[in-house]
């Protein structure tokens, strides 16, 4: 219930409150709808606290959007370890030096009297929101690692599933509270939105772009020494076009350079026969292994008993993987009692799959962020990143004349019994009526 209400019900609250309450300020108090500059009370501190605060947050911001934009090119350009690295890299420096900038800024705003006299409660509010989802932020980088690769499924079809009002927690309820809390935090800050001074990053001074010339002359000591030094205006104007010339070159040569590298990386290097040979052969590899896991839906859809393995082959301290009826991976071990035991190897924490070796403790590990789930019950091991245990699913065991000898649905014990004298004639099955109760 909590959740539903922190990822689904805020959301659309956040959302709602952010774009009414912000056309209703700009109508009602359009004077209060900017950033309220304080860099005339000081400007020291400032400079060095607003330049890497925005500088870092926007290259977060564009970390954070890119996934969600164009996660099928993200996830390829994450796929290398190489661009994983540099891309979780970029992140943590960012994320570090938007922190800094922060801090100076906050501290700003508590010892100089003069911006603190200009300082709301709602501004210490933002801080301090922004201050906890860097933190946040960082404590996942550090502890959830490699957020930029396993966000394209998780967090992106779960905002995928808010924009299209198709509302879907089920990617996000199973994550560590630490990424629950930064999601969350995300949304309270867009509904404080228009009740602080947040809400300028609306008002872009586009006109700005489009206005006529203006003079301006600043009463400055740098002013002062200038007119002083007597330049005549034609100098100053033929330097000024010197500078602008200059300037315009460089930009010009550095963006030819910019566009080609970025054309480059997209159209990819120029391939040999061999190589082309090669990746052709990839593709049909990958082909082959779409068709047969089309062959298993298929399997799945026409039938409604599928063989996991003959009861003989089953081992008590080794899995062995099949898939189930919702295309899922899973393990099958066989219990002292003779009896199968089938138990999902998808973990609950992000997905990825258990492995197949049970320990001395009756327990199966996933080696992505290290849960231990104990195989009779499912029950994840106290402080693991998973949360909700592994389901036990349901088996019928069939002999060489297809009759049922035993079975288990799931959440029930099991019926019936195989005889010793049978078991190397049994096999296990899992059925259809199991996936669906």
């Not at 409660?121 to 860097?134: A, E, P, Y």
Request: hydrophobic fraction near 50%; glycine fraction near 6%.
């Amino acid at each position: 219930m909590f959740d539903s209400f922190l990822f689904m019900g805020l959301p659309y609250i956040a959302l709602v409150v952010c774009v009414a309450g912000s056309i209703y300020r700009f109508r009602s108090h359009r004077y209060s709808y900017s950033a309220l500059s304080s860099q005339f009370l000081e400007s020291k501190n400032l400079r060095w606290g607003s330049i890497p605060w925005h500088i870092g947050l926007l290259v977060l911001l564009l970390i954070h959007l890119l996934p969600f934009i164009m996660p099928t090119a993200w996830s390829r350009l994450v796929s290398g370890k190489t661009a994983l690295v540099v891309v979780e890299a970029i992140g943590f420096a960012s994320a570090i030096l938007a922190l800094v900038g922060l801090l100076v800024l906050f501290f700003r705003r508590l010892i100089n009297p003069y911006i603190q006299a200009v300082t709301s409660k709602m501004d210490l509010v933002i801080l301090v929101l922004f201050l906890g989802q860097i933190v946040l932020g960082l404590i996942t980088a550090a502890t959830v690692r490699w957020g930029s690769q396993w966000a394209t499924g998780t967090t992106t079809p779960y905002l995928w599933s808010l924009l299209t009002f198709k509302p879907d927690i089920s990617y996000i309820v199973d994550m560590p509270a630490v990424v629950k809390a930064h999601i969350a935090g995300a949304w309270l800050i867009v509904l404080l939105i228009p009740f602080s001074r947040l809400v300028h990053i609306f008002s872009l001074p586009l006109e700005y772009l489009f206005r006529r010339p203006q003079q301006v002359i600043w009463n400055t000591p740098r002013f002062a020494e200038v007119i002083a030094s007597d330049v005549p205006a034609v100098e100053s104007r033929r330097l000024f076009l010197k500078g602008v010339t200059g300037m315009a070159a460089g930009g010009t040569l550095l963006s030819a350079g910019v566009l080609e590298k970025t054309v480059g990386f997209y159209r990819g290097p120029e391939l040999t026969t061999e190589e082309k040979a090669a990746q052709l052969e990839e593709n049909l590899k990958r082909l082959e292994m779409t068709a047969e896991e089309k062959k298993f839906e298929l399997e799945r859809l026409r039938n409604d008993y599928i063989l996991v393995a003959s009861l003989a082959e089953l081992n008590d301290k080794v899995g062995k993987y099949f898939i189930d009826y919702q295309m899922r991976p899973a393990l099958a071990f066989i219990n002292p009692d003779g009896l199968p035991l089938l138990i999902s190897a998808k973990c609950t924490h992000l997905g990825c799959t258990v492995q197949a070796d049970m320990s001395d403790e009756g327990k199966i590990l996933c080696p992505c962020h290290v849960s231990w789930f104990d195989v009779k019950t499912g029950a994840p091991n106290a402080g693991s990143p998973a949360a909700s245990p592994l389901p036990i699913l349901g088996w019928v065991v069939m002999d060489s004349e297809n009759n049922i000898v035993a079975s288990k649905e799931p959440g029930k014990p099991p019926t019936g019994a195989v005889l010793p004298e049978l078991a190397k004639s049994c096999s296990v099955y899992i059925a259809r009526e199991h996936s669906q109760a």
